[in-house]
């Protein structure tokens, strides 16, 4: 590996990092609802910005529905009890609790003959 994905990997665990402590600070300021909205918005901006830099277009219009769906329950509802978890539990159990995502994706897939 070059120098630059170093920069690169070390800047992406900052990142994510640091969404963990923007939740654990906002949460009880905010409530885990919108907390998790504000992260969620965040996210999706910034992902129509790269969408739009690239020249990619996800076909909003024609799939809103789908992506709707997909966006509430992969990604707004866990972060909601993410962020209500974050009101009561130190960010770095939050951490360490979402690197298992991987491991339980796992195995619910080894569980029901996916993989």
């Known amino acids: 590996m070059k120098p630059a994905d170093?920069?690169?990997?070390?800047?992406?665990?900052?990142?994510w990092g640091a969404a963990f402590i923007f939740m654990r600070v906002a949460a009880p300021v905010l409530g885990p609802a919108w907390t998790a909205e504000l992260r969620?918005?965040?996210?999706?901006?910034?992902l129509l910005a790269w969408l739009r830099a690239i020249g990619f277009d996800p076909g909003l219009r024609a799939h809103w529905r789908f992506y709707l769906l997909m966006g509430a329950v992969g990604i707004a509802a866990p972060f909601v009890l993410y962020s209500f978890a974050a009101m009561h539990a130190p960010a770095g159990l939050l951490s360490i609790t979402n690197a298992t995502s991987p491991i339980f994706g796992l195995a619910w897939a080894a569980l029901f003959g996916d993989e």
Not at 40 to 46: C, D, I, S
């Open 6 to 15: 170093y920069a690169r990997l070390v800047a992406l665990a900052a990142i």
């Open 40 to 46: 969620v918005l965040l996210g999706g901006l910034a």
